[in-house]
């Protein structure tokens, strides 16, 4: 058997106690980076038919409904 002190064990423990959670927490902050998307702008749309508010592309001077299919202009706010 190796000869440890017991003030080594108890460092080398904390050591890598403190190594275990600095790799999880590096692979926490790479994956919450990775899933990151950055917000498609859109506009507000109110089936004129149905009443049913929906979101669609900001680019879009008619959209369909989700819901009925219906052709719809954008909401003015």
């Not at 999880?24 to 089936?47: D, K, L, Q, V």
């Amino acid at each position: 058997m190796i000869p440890v002190h017991f003030e080594t064990a108890v460092v080398f423990y904390l050591l890598s106690v403190l190594a275990v959670i600095a790799v999880a927490a590096g692979c926490n902050a790479f994956r919450r980076r990775a899933m990151r998307t950055e917000p498609t702008p859109t506009r507000i749309f109110s089936c004129s038919k149905c009443a049913h508010p929906y979101l669609d592309d900001h680019e879009l001077e008619q959209s369909n409904c989700p819901r009925c299919g219906t052709a719809n202009e954008p909401q003015r706010i």
